[in-house]
């Protein structure tokens, strides 16, 4: 399978090393000192005592790489229009988008889904509907990823924990692609899962990271020290009943409690927050996919979110005064 990973950061280049292994081309859409490093010394993967090198095709020019089969889209969300502008020389009738994004993507509520907002499109993440019309949800197999990666140097991945991807189609069908490009990951050793409504498994994984990513970025914390603050942790918990709410609403309802939750992140330990990682590195923080989406499903379905509007005020203005944001 001819495969372009666009967004070679901890994530697009886990995923890519992990392909290429198994048997794909690779071609890489690449700037900078990414592009350098990869054209120099390929793809590297380090996972434990493991460090392994793969050949790859890096250009900084889409249009030199020609239609793929498929293209996996692991950027951060702020960087997701500039990829819309310049993705359709990948895309061919049949090609294949997997979205390994964090937070509520543009097309969430496309496939049928979100009942009375089934087909909307949500301006907190693609205002004027730009990024849909550049790559129409047809092309879209929805992806969660459970794993912990990151940089060591520009094409260098470092694998700390996790091995999961959840996949599926917006629609929630069991098509012959999506379970085709379930078999092919798994032939890499990535645990991969298909998912009969993938929206709910973003809504599931956005539960527990909407709340303690920006207030990581807020006071520096690591998860440990953000759930042992008993005030902290029942503000957490306070947005995520109300998050709560606005999924039973559009059809992605919540059985456990945010205590329940808690008791997940915990079990990872002390780390820092990809959102904490960003401010830190002066990029640009995901605040619109993790927390502006949720505020505005929230007005779009009729549930007050008095403490998610606080939190993304306060962070928003903490970003902002970064230039983050």
């Known amino acids: 399978m001819k495969v372009c990973i666009y967004g070679a950061g901890a994530i697009g280049g886990w995923i890519g090393a992990k392909l290429a292994q198994a048997g794909c081309e690779i071609d890489v859409v ?20 493991s460090r392994v090198s793969v050949p790859v095709n890096a250009s900084s020019d889409p249009k030199a790489l020609g239609v793929q089969q498929l293209v996996v889209v692991a950027v951060k969300a702020p960087a997701l229009p500039a990829v819309a502008q310049q993705i ?9 988008v997997l979205t390994a994004m964090n937070g509520v993507p543009w097309w969430f509520l496309q496939g049928g889904f979100g009942g009375s907002l089934a087909g909307a499109q949500l301006e907190a993440i693609d205002p004027g509907g730009k990024i849909d019309a550049a790559i129409p949800a047809k092309h879209v197999i929805g992806c969660v990823v459970h794993a912990s990666c990151s940089l060591d140097a520009p094409g260098v991945v470092r ?11 917006p629609s929630g069908e069991a098509t012959p692609r999506a379970g085709a ?65 606005i999924g039973a609403r559009i059809g992605v309802p919540i059985a456990e409690s945010p205590e329940d939750r808690h008791a997940v992140t915990r079990k990872l330990g002390a780390f820092k927050t990809s959102m904490l990682q960003d401010v830190e590195a002066g990029r640009a923080v995901e605040l619109d996919a993790l927390v502006s989406a ?9 549930v007050q979110t008095p403490f998610t509007d606080a939190l993304l005020g306060l962070a928003r203005l903490r970003a902002r005064q970064l230039g983050l944001y």
């Open 88 to 96: 359709a020389p990948l895309l061919g009738p049949d090609t294949i």
């Open 159 to 169: 694998h700390h924990f996790g091995n999961g991807l959840i996949i599926g189609e």
């Open 294 to 302: 949720v505020r505005e499903l929230g007005q779009r379905a009729g």
């Open 30 to 49: 690449a700037r900078g000192g990414t592009f350098e490093a990869l054209e120099r010394d390929g793809l590297t993967l380090v996972s434990g005592e």
């Open 181 to 245: 490009l379930r078999d092919l990951l798994a032939r890499t050793g990535i645990d991969t899962k298909l998912s009969p409504q993938i929206q709910k498994d973003v809504w599931y994984k956005l539960w527990g990271n909407m709340t303690v990513n920006p207030i990581s970025a807020l006071t520096g914390a690591t998860t440990d020290l953000i759930l042992n603050d008993d005030l902290v942790r029942g503000f957490i918990s306070t947005i995520m009943l109300e998050a709560k709410e």
